[in-house]
């Protein structure tokens, strides 16, 4: 089983090379997928998008939140679609 490095409702940042087609900025994590090419994938989505992509843990990194920031979890569970 894979242990995921980051959690539900984590502010992370999407690492985007040339050929990355991404809004750069801040993303929120929004599921947590399984383990796919070797390592473990997550659902994300930006504010300034509608729409969510999912990405690998080695394209993110965690953004710190500020003290006394509440983390707004995401209404959605480990490894379920969307309706």
């Avoid at 502010?11 to 929120?28: C, M, N």
């Avoid at 997928?33 to 992509?53: D, L, W």
């Avoid at 509440?70 to 379920?80: D, E, L, N, R, T």
């Amino acid at each position: 089983m894979s242990i995921h490095k980051f959690s539900l409702g984590d502010h992370v940042e999407l690492s985007i090379g040339p050929f990355y087609r991404a809004t750069a900025g801040a993303y929120d994590i929004v599921a947590l997928m399984p383990f796919e090419r070797g390592e473990c994938s997550y659902r994300v989505r930006a504010s300034a998008e509608k729409h969510e992509r999912v990405v690998l843990e080695s394209d993110l990194r965690l953004i710190p939140r500020p003290e006394g920031m509440p983390v707004q979890m995401p209404s959605i569970a480990i490894g379920k679609k969307r309706a």
